[in-house]
């Protein structure tokens, strides 16, 4: 794992965005493996930027999300497909149907299974941007997922519940369960760049990369990735 620290925030989602950009000018039909929450939210905004003052062409990129929340159209305004067209999609040159987030309506076992082909159809994720849940949940993985998980349908633990209830008027409102992509879906991404800051993801961060690997901490199975890269801040390293 090569783990880059930044004194601020700012030159993090510098370098997360500048990572990104780099992948899409090298190779114009990248895909890219997209995450929501609020860690990526200036990454995108950097994104935006520079697609707007430096014209990156995104018209042949294709995207995938990893997760959505079960029964949340994407009109819903706390839907991931929602987050990523205010976010980024309707602010760069991408044609909307080359962006690709699960459905959380609609037969779901069908959705997943159609997910997975339209990955390999396009030919695998080659750089998937990841970040990470207070508990070392990647996507909507929990911990427990198994590490051989492709998308699938997931129950979320009350700890994420609450910790995403920030994003709605009522923790009732928090729909209980996910669609997210597998954990070796996210392994089988070409690069992966996972992105954290705050003391709040320091001990997380730390079970992660220090600890073995484990179910119970889905992120720790990146230590068996070939190309992945930790950008963080100095209080998400603090206990590295
Ligand atoms: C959600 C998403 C994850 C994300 C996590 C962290 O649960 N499903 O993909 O990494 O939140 O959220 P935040 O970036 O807001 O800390």
Known sequence: MQVQIF????????????????EVKQNPQSVLGLSTGSSPIDTYAN???????QGTDYSRVR????????????SHP????YFMNEHLFHHLNIPMENTYVPSGIGDLEKECEAYENEIKRQGGIDLQLLGIGTNGHIG??????????????????????TANARFFSTVEEVPTEAV????????EARQ??????????????????????????PASVLQHHPDVALYLDEEA????
């Open 78 to 81: 706390q839907s991931y497909r």
């Open 180 to 187: 997210t992509m597998g954990i070796q879906t996210i392994m």
């Open 192 to 217: 992966i760049v996972l992105l954290a800051y705050g003391s709040k993801k320091a001990a997380t961060i730390r079970d992660a990369v220090r600890r073995p690997v484990t179910e119970n901490v």
């Open 237 to 240: 390293a603090a206990l590295l």
């Open 140 to 161: 909507f993985n929990e911990p427990g997922t198994p590490l051989d998980s492709r998308t699938h349908v997931t129950r979320l633990l009350q700890e994420t519940i």
């Open 47 to 53: 994104l935006v930027r520079d697609h707007q003052t």
């Open 63 to 74: 995207t995938f999300n990893l997760d959505e929340y079960v029964g949340l159209p994407g």
């Open 7 to 22: 004194q601020n925030k700012e030159a993090l989602h510098r370098a997360v965005a500048e990572r990104i950009i780099a």
